[in-house]
């Protein structure tokens, strides 16, 4: 990752240390993951503890030290979702991307998460694709789902044969 655009981020924050975790959030959208280098230059830059930094980027479950896939699938397994199919939906997406929970496509084009709620209960079951929450979701809409995010010939096609 080009330092630079790390400065920008703290510049556009002030340097500020009541800010870390904007800062982190803006960091992991360059990149959809925190490299150890450039928690290493934040430390620096701000003058706190990697461990301070490091504490907050493992203590939130939106925050990746892994490099992740371009477009981050998240399946709501919450008691609404649960109830409704969500765990036929998480099967139904391993299996069409052919990575379980937790895992990225060797493509790098999708990264497959749980999330415990989304607070969209009445649409449950609910998936989401970047920022794109999917509602009443059931196992034959998935691979229509991620269709629309595998533009690239390596994408879930490929991965079929």
């Not at 989304?118 to 649409?123: E, F, K, S």
Request: aromatic share 8%; with cysteine; hydrophobic share 35%.
């Amino acid at each position: 990752m080009a330092f630079e655009k790390v400065d920008e981020i703290l510049e556009k924050h002030g340097y500020r240390h009541d800010a870390l975790i904007g800062i982190i959030q803006d960091i992991q959208r360059l990149e959809n993951y925190l490299p150890l280098e450039t928690l290493r230059h934040i430390s620096h830059r701000l003058e706190i503890p990697l461990s301070r930094i490091y504490y907050i980027a493992t203590f939130y479950k939106s925050f990746s030290l892994e490099p992740r896939g371009r477009h981050i699938v998240k399946v709501c397994l919450g008691t609404a979702c649960h109830i409704c199919g969500a765990t036929q939906n998480l099967e139904q997406m391993e299996r069409t991307l052919h990575i379980c929970e937790g895992e990225t496509t060797k493509d790098m084009m999708f990264s497959l998460e749980t999330v415990n709620c989304v607070g969209t209960c009445a649409l449950a079951p609910v998936a989401i694709v970047d920022d794109t929450y999917y509602d009443a979701v059931t196992p034959e809409k998935v691979e229509k789902i991620l269709s629309n995010y595998a533009t690239e010939s390596e994408g879930i096609e490929s991965e079929k044969n």
